[in-house]
């Protein structure tokens, strides 16, 4: 009877062998990375400090805004934004006039052949307060119904958001009135949060001194939103002059660029900033460029690189389930179709004779999600290690023959 019993053994053992060997999938390290193009490379554009423009010059206003449009498509120009002191004195009516006339250009859907126009936001600065008439011309009513316009804090649109697209990369900008309170300092923090899955901007009038030092409210704006990740730049005039500084929290770095021109002749010459974003090279190219004299400014100031991760993978690992085999549900975060995805699932420790390592690839529709499988056999507590492009999760189960239990 013994005799019988270990024949029996032996025979599941060899049995269990040949099934692994027949099933047992390559656990040969792979590349694991989606096949896609690399997203084409695009444009934000920042209109500082445009008091002076309002007040005296209005054509380089206009110059400036139609530019952007001229070159919409050359530079792939996705979003343009002002950076506070709209007009020299906010409470003239002829000067709200003159930025009214320059923005318009932006929104106009037969130039431009968007149905409203190139997204921007406009946050007010210290010159146009009180903001009655910045609401009268550019209130909540101007933007309602746009697309890409996101929403505002309170009744007014001194502080609003838009939401928009660029080369597969979702993102927000904020808009924030100069010296922002701590409830619309709280506000920008849960649209932040609310939005993690989108690259944030943020906007307002008053952040850096021309040494780069903070300025007003510029360190606490900046202490209330830094622990987001999804914040990589923020964007400010006020100071006459240029500067930058880079800050890194929590292995994230944030990019704090200051730009004011109005001390320059004629209220400023005209000059704009271009940040065109690379994704092959993971940059940020930031040039300063007057379009009224046609020239730029190329001191080290004025014209710089950013390093910017411009691709991580838009695919998280929503679950890891338990059951006959493992089971993990795959999203699509980003905008566009991946495919070809490489993905992996491998399992460390316990006595694991089938199943110990199974890889693949999935194809993964905008937003959608796919489930991967993988059949084991075996005993014991084991590591399941899943790994999806550059996204890895991990959890503990206890395989029981066929059986998969309790992943945590």
């Not at 694991?352 to 959608?368: N, P, Q, R, Y």
Request: hydrophobic content about 35%; overall charge negative.
């Amino acid at each position: 009877m013994k005799k019988i019993f270990s024949i029996l053994i032996l025979g599941m053992v060899v049995l269990c062998g040949l099934v692994s060997n027949l099933f047992l999938t390559n656990i040969t390290e792979i590349n694991v990375h989606a096949s896609m193009a690399t997203p084409a490379n695009f444009t934000i554009i920042a209109l500082p400090d445009t008091q002076y423009y309002a007040e005296s010059y209005p054509a380089i206003y206009t110059n400036q805004t139609q530019w952007i449009v001229n070159h919409k498509d050359a530079l792939n120009i996705v979003y343009v934004t002002g950076e506070g002191d709209i007009t020299d004195v906010g409470t003239q009516d002829i000067q709200w006039q003159r930025a009214d006339a320059a923005y318009t250009v932006l929104e106009n859907p037969t130039t431009t052949q968007l149905p409203y126009g190139i997204p921007y936001t406009i946050p007010p600065g210290n010159h146009d307060q009180p903001t009655t008439l910045f609401n009268q011309y550019f209130g909540v009513s101007r933007f309602t119904g746009r697309s890409y316009y996101g929403g505002h804090y309170s009744t007014t649109n001194n502080n609003h958001y838009i939401l928009f697209n660029a080369s597969g990369m979702s993102f927000i900008a904020i808009a924030l009135n100069y010296n922002p309170s701590t409830a619309v300092l709280n506000w920008a923090d849960g649209l932040l949060q609310t939005y993690n899955d989108r690259r944030a901007i943020v906007v307002t009038h008053c952040i850096l001194n021309v040494d780069a030092s903070w300025d007003g409210n510029g360190q606490t704006i900046y202490d209330t939103l830094k622990d987001n990740p999804n914040l990589f730049l923020m964007l400010c005039g006020h100071n006459h002059g240029e500067n930058r500084r880079t800050e890194t929290y929590n292995g994230h770095t944030i990019n704090i660029l200051l730009a004011d021109y109005q001390n320059y002749p004629k209220g400023g010459n005209g000059y704009l900033r271009i940040m065109t974003f690379y994704p092959a090279t993971d940059q940020i190219k930031v040039k300063t460029y007057s379009p009224y004299l046609n020239w730029y400014e190329t001191d080290a100031n004025s014209q710089f690189n950013l390093s910017y991760n411009t691709t991580p993978s838009p695919l998280t690992i929503e679950s890891i389930t338990d059951g006959f085999g493992i089971k993990a549900v795959i999203k699509n975060t980003g905008i566009v179709d991946v495919k070809n995805v490489s993905w992996k699932i491998q399992l460390d420790g316990g006595i694991i004779l089938v199943g110990k390592s199974k890889t693949g690839t999935v194809d993964i529709a905008a937003g959608g999600t796919a489930t991967i499988e993988n059949s084991v056999f075996g005993f014991g507590k084991t590591t399941i290690i899943v790994t999806v492009g550059d996204v890895e999760k991990t959890a503990t189960a206890i395989v029981f023959l066929t059986l998969v239990l309790n992943v945590t």
